[in-house]
């Protein structure tokens, strides 16, 4: 079983970056395909971005594609988020998520990170 850490969330005005980050420990890393989702207030938890356990081939939501990046470093056991040109409908706590099958727009793993909280002020 893997455990999922994730830290950078913060406060940041509208147009701002941030980069998020998710330590994984407890098994093989580059046995996960990891992924990113996000939860605002009153809202289901939504899709946001993954990527294929070499880091070769990675998939977005629409609302974020061109200006989310989601990477990942196998020896550093680490997948990141980039989030630039932040607006308020980022605002939400973003989950790192992590499984041996392919995290997708409408597949979710069964490992999950406690979250971290990005607020966005307008």
């Known amino acids: 079983q893997v455990q999922l850490v994730e830290s950078g969330g913060g406060l940041v005005q509208a147009g701002g970056f941030l980069r998020l980050s998710c330590a994984a420990s407890g098994h093989t890393f580059s046995m996960y395909t990891m992924g990113w989702f996000r939860q605002a207030p009153g809202k289901e938890r939504e899709f946001v971005a993954a990527i294929n356990k070499s880091g070769g081939t990675t998939y977005y939501a629409r609302s974020v594609k061109g200006r989310f990046t989601i990477s990942r470093d196998n020896a550093k056991n680490t997948v990141y988020l980039q989030m630039n040109s932040l607006n308020s409908e980022d605002t939400a706590v973003y989950y790192c998520?992590?499984?041996?099958?392919?995290?997708?727009?409408?597949?979710?793993?069964?490992?999950w990170g406690q979250g971290t909280q990005v607020t966005v002020s307008s």
């Open positions: 998520n992590a499984d041996t099958r392919q995290i997708t727009t409408s597949y979710s793993g069964p490992y």
